[in-house]
Nanobody, 121 residues
Framework: QVQLVESGGGLVQPGGSLRLSCAAS????????MGWYRQAPGKQRELVAS???????NYADSVKGRFTISRDNAKNTVYLQMNSLKPEDTAVYYC???????????????WGQGTQVTVSS
């Protein structure tokens, strides 16, 4: 009933930029927090950035000052602008949303399918 579709991943050189997008669709009343996570091979999934429904943001220390999370509530979309990319940023990036669904008492979390970001020269 709710789907999150990501786009914007790819291969970029160190120092380059990418912008990830994640659009939620389906039986959505509203979306609470949204976020971006990443997981590199052999490592745990980690929170990269999150944003509340009113725009409060939180970033992992490793990306602070380089990445910017934003959202467009009218489009149910969250973005991650990634600048000054480093090889250490290479991972599969997943978006996440806490969604208030029509005719449901409780919100539920949904995940995107993941998009590969590779930073390499």
């Amino acid at each position: 009933q709710v789907q999150l579709v990501e786009s914007g991943g790819g291969l970029v050189q160190p120092g380059g930029s990418l912008r990830l997008s994640c659009a939620a669709s389906g039986s959505i009343v509203s979306i609470n927090a949204m976020g971006w996570y990443r997981q590199a091979p052999g490592k745990q999934r980690e929170l990269v950035a999150s944003i509340t429904s009113v725009g409060s943001t939180n970033y992992a220390d490793s990306v602070k000052g380089r990445f910017t999370i934003s959202r467009d509530n009218a489009k149910n979309t969250v973005y991650l602008q990634m600048n000054s990319l480093k090889p250490e940023d290479t991972a599969v990036y997943y978006c996440n949303a806490d969604v208030v669904r029509f005719r449901h008492w409780l919100s539920a979390t949904y995940w995107g399918q993941g998009t590969q970001v590779t930073v390499s020269s």
